[in-house]
């Protein structure tokens, strides 16, 4: 705010004496700019320009910070000067809330820690704003010069003194930021709007703009220790120079499912990433099982991964194992040890868990190498008892990132290998496993989800430690989707426990569910495309899927008519056993000439139609049937309702009694689908249809305690007897329909000759409006 003039002090002063504040202080106040300007601020806002009690007068007065003043209004916007409660606007605007000076910088430091790796590879290219909102999100009534002083302090004693590197770095931000602002990211919202907004090409998919295999030389990341010393962790030219002469300088990235489940559709997202990076590149992408826990580990799931990675549409370069390299893994474990950077511990898992907590070395940290590197091959040779020794590798213990506290790299168990067979009674870790694979393979570009981050520190430290290759790592934001869970544990619990019919249920998000559904492997890669990616964590409304199924479906399903709750329609003025055989659309712009876009559906003198399309009062909102009304049966004719026949409790009704205008003269607002028998006496299709709903009640049950609480139980509604017209009953497993009116509909691999079953794949309500936002 800029001074104030003579005019205006008289103005402010005697608007604030309204309040009740009293000479001296009102004065005072006036004194400083921008106290005055939030306090008219508010004053205003609280509609009290003509004065009030002098405690509400003092309770406004006391409004100081940004976020006080923000809190005012909003609180004012929701509540109304009328409405005017002192305590509620206490707490609502922090009102008497002290935050010491040391509370802020305990906070700040927190937050550091917290951020500490991204912080140390984006240096002072970190966006201090969001540091800045983590801390006001904990402290909001913190004072914001003392928190941005703190920040900046911690930045410089974290980075020292701004490098040419940087600031060429800040220059060049700058100017692509003076080039080009970009959009707000529909992912960087704590919730994804619903409507499919067209992202820039680089946020959905940044990925693009990485480096070239040529380029990685440059530094990866830097670990920090906490003896003070940091590690700089690169590729050597020599090490750099013999990776190109393999690959022969293309991109390759791997897709490492674990097979101990079925992929859910959050790994449609990492084959896109990891699948598209390799097309885009014109590189080569494999298909690496992770498969370094023979417990949780089947045949079947390996199996299934192999089919579902083609089924969505993706090509692997090779298909390799984890324990492929199981014995080039022991042979560099043992090097490690030789090295110094591993060790044989005894320390039981709840010894393991307490000594990470008080960040101390285990008492077997530092024997000799010399015994480390025997009792390693006793565990090798079966000569310890499981869950008697472990490989540790030897980081540190008192580091701020706890994924470096000594590692476990071998585990005993003695459990035969669905692909190794019983070769092995040691096992790789992932941590440990994970990247010599990577280095292994030559794997450019190694991309995983955000989880993964706080691991990139062990990941460079342990390539490092034995002189080894050292892939690009970036991490991008898991795919989360609302009304589901995408845990593996919780999945393998909900099939394992019977509440799902199995891995391939379709009311999960496992890609065989909604494969089983009806979906397309098309329209998930359209709708993983379409979020985009980055490394913002947000919740994708399910109905955001939902669009992407139906604009496929709607294109590719053929239109058909069945009658989920059938009601008996008698014609009365057409002749018993006439058959008409009329021209139905399997397509909305089918054209008069093309015979393949009509199929003939059979008309007689009994029809079925939809229980809730008649009812017995009509009303003006209403375009279905009811005594004394017409509506148009879709193909066929007006009908007109004279007469409803109920059962002896008066209220059941059997069925109705109508007319046909076989002129078509009337012309009804209302348009029904129905069924009719196909000849004298003989029921129409009988089919079963699967009506599915979303899994969970809550957006984000994986956030309930009670996660299984929340499970609806109206996800799957079953109905064993609707009618279909006779053409579908030659429908084959996987095939999709269009019910007119119903929804999308997908022939399920519980048909049988005698019976088929249809599952909804989606309805026809199109959830967002067109054209954006």
């Not at 540790?392 to 470096?404: A, E, V």
């Not at 012309?667 to 699967?690: D, F, I, M, Q």
């Not at 509909?745 to 309500?765: G, Q, W, Y």
């Amino acid at each position: 705010m800029v001074g104030v003039s003579k005019g205006d002090k008289s103005e402010i002063l005697e608007l604030f004496l309204k309040i009740g504040l009293d000479d001296r202080t009102a004065k005072n106040t006036i004194a400083n700019n921008k106290v005055t300007a939030n306090l008219t601020a508010v004053i205003h806002e609280a509609a009290v320009t003509d004065g009030c009690e002098r405690r509400i007068g003092n309770l406004l007065y006391t409004i100081k910070t940004p976020a006080q003043l923000e809190a005012a209004f909003s609180f004012f916007a929701s509540t109304g000067s009328e409405n005017f409660e002192v305590d509620e606007f206490e707490e609502a605007c922090g009102v008497g809330v002290e935050v010491s000076s040391e509370d802020i910088e305990l906070t700040v430091n927190e937050v550091f820690e917290e951020n500490k790796n991204t912080i140390l590879e984006l240096r002072y290219r970190t966006n201090v704003g969001d540091l800045f909102a983590h801390v006001r999100k904990r402290l909001p009534w913190a004072d914001p010069k003392i928190v941005k002083q703190l920040i900046d302090a911690r930045m410089y004693e974290l980075l020292g003194e701004r490098t040419a590197a940087d600031i060429e770095k800040l220059s060049k931000k700058k100017e692509k930021k003076e080039k080009k602002e970009k959009p707000e990211k529909d992912e960087d919202k704590k919730f994804a709007n619903d409507a499919p907004v067209q992202l820039p090409e680089e946020d959905l998919f940044p990925i693009s703009n990485f480096p070239p295999p040529e380029e990685n030389y440059k530094v990866h990341t830097e670990i920090p220790f906490s003896d003070g010393s940091v590690l700089i962790c690169c590729n050597t030219k020599e090490v750099l120079d013999k990776h190109l002469e393999v690959t022969g300088g293309n991109v390759l990235t791997r897709f490492p499912p674990e097979p101990n489940g079925y992929l859910h559709i959050g790994h449609a997202k990492a084959m896109f990433v990891d699948f598209g990076l390799a097309k885009e590149r014109g590189g080569y992408c494999y298909l690496r099982y992770d498969d370094t826990n023979p417990e949780a580990e089947k045949k079947e799931y390996i199996d299934h991964i192999e089919e579902i990675v083609q089924w969505m549409g993706w090509e692997p370069f090779k298909i390799t194992y984890t324990s492929d390299y199981f014995q080039e893994l022991y042979e560099l474990a043992v090097e490690l040890i030789r090295r110094g950077h591993a060790y044989v511990d005894h320390q039981t898992p709840e010894e393991i868990k307490e000594y990470r907590e008080k960040k101390m070395n285990s008492p077997w940290r530092d024997r000799p190498i010399a015994e480390s590197l025997k009792l390693f091959e006793d565990m090798r040779n079966g000569r310890i008892e499981e869950g008697k020794a472990t490989l540790r590798m030897k980081q540190d213990m008192q580091n701020d990132n706890f994924n470096m506290y000594d590692l476990i790299a071998y585990r005993i168990k003695f459990t035969p290998h669905p692909h190794a067979g019983d070769k092995w009674c040691i096992y790789p870790s992932y941590d440990y496993a994970h990247c010599i694979v990577d280095s292994i393979e030559n794997i450019t570009h190694s991309l995983c989800t955000l989880e993964f981050e706080t691991r990139r520190a062990s990941y460079f430290w342990l390539l490092h430690a034995l002189g080894l290759y050292q892939p690009y790592v970036w991490e991008y934001s898991r795919l989360n989707v609302s009304n589901t869970v995408m845990s593996k544990r919780k999945l393998n619990f909900l099939v394992t426990n019977k509440y799902v019919d199995g891995w391939d249920d379709p009311c999960l998000m496992t890609l065989a569910g909604l494969r089983r559904r009806g979906v397309t492997s098309t329209s998930i890669n359209a709708f993983v495309q379409g979020i985009g990616i980055s490394r913002s964590d947000s919740l994708i409304r399910l109905d955001r899927l939902e669009y992407h199924i139906r604009e496929e479906l709607n294109k590719t399903a053929p239109r058909t008519m069945v009658v989920l709750n059938p009601l008996k329609v008698v014609i009365t003025n057409m002749e018993s056993g006439t058959i008409m055989h009329l021209d139905a659309k399997r397509w909305p712009d089918a054209q008069a000439d093309d015979a393949s876009a009509f199929y003939k559906v059979p008309f007689s003198n009994v029809v079925y139609i939809e229980h809730s399309d008649f009812r017995m009062k009509d009303s003006k909102d209403y375009y279905g049937l009811a005594p004394g009304k017409s509506v148009l049966l879709r193909y066929a004719f007006p009908i007109k309702c004279t007469e409803v026949i109920l059962s002896d409790d008066k209220e059941t009704i059997l069925h109705i009694r109508a007319e046909y205008d076989p002129s078509k003269k009337t012309k009804p607002k209302g348009v029904l689908h129905w069924v009719a028998e196909p000849s004298p006496g003989v029921n129409p299709l009988r089919v079963e249809v699967r009506l599915f709903e979303k899994l969970f009640n809550s957006e984000n049950p994986a956030e309930l305690d009670d996660w299984l609480s929340d499970l609806n139980p109206d996800s799957k509604v079953v109905i064993p007897e609707a009618y279909a017209e006779p053409s579908l009953h030659s429908a084959a497993v996987g095939d999709r329909f269009q019910f007119e009116r119903l929804g999308y509909f997908a022939v399920d691999k519980d048909s049988t000759p005698e019976k088929l079953v249809f599952n909804r794949t989606v309805t026809l309500k199109d959830s967002f409006p067109k054209g954006g936002k």
